[in-house]
Nanobody, 121 residues
Framework: QVQLVESGGGLVQAGGSLRLSCAAS????????MGWYRQAPGKQRELVAS???????NYADSVKGRFTISRDNAKKTVYLQMNSLKPEDTAVYYC???????????????WGQGTLVTVSS
C-alpha cells in the first residue's frame, strides 16, 4: 500500500557526483524519518543519512562533508546528493521511511528496492 521508488544510481568515476531520489506513494497520512542506507558486497547494511520531517539531519562519519540529504515533504520525496565519491561508496543504496498510513495508528518501516551506485577508481 506504500511504495518507495528510488532513482539516480549508476556508474561514476571517483571524485564525481550523483543524486539519488526516493519518492513515496500510496495511502500515506504522514512520514516521520526518511533515510538512506547502503549495503556493499559482503557487508552489513548501514545507515548513510537520515532526515526528520522538520529537517534535522544525521550522517554517517564516512560521508560527512561529502553527502547531503534533503526532503520535499509536499512531494513525499527524499534526496541524497553525493559529491566527491570514492570507490568505497560503491553499494546498493536503499531508501527507508517511517510511514503512518491512512489506515494505521502506528508508523510502519518501509524500504525501497535499492539502486546500485558504482564508483570506479
Amino acid at each position: 500500500q506504500v511504495q518507495l521508488v528510488e532513482s539516480g544510481g549508476g556508474l561514476v568515476q571517483a571524485g564525481g557526483s550523483l543524486r539519488l531520489s526516493c519518492a513515496a506513494s500510496g495511502s500515506i497520512f504522514s512520514i516521520n524519518v526518511m533515510g538512506w542506507y547502503r549495503q556493499a558486497p559482503g557487508k552489513q547494511r548501514e545507515l548513510v543519512a537520515s532526515i526528520t520531517s522538520s529537517g534535522t539531519t544525521n550522517y554517517a562519519d564516512s560521508v560527512k562533508g561529502r553527502f547531503t540529504i534533503s526532503r520535499d515533504n509536499a512531494k513525499k520525496t527524499v534526496y541524497l546528493q553525493m559529491n566527491s565519491l570514492k570507490p568505497e561508496d560503491t553499494a546498493v543504496y536503499y531508501c527507508n521511511a517511517n510511514v503512518r498510513t491512512t489506515t494505521t495508528w502506528g508508523y510502519l518501516e518501509v524500504w525501497g528496492q535499492g539502486t546500485l551506485v558504482t564508483v570506479s577508481s
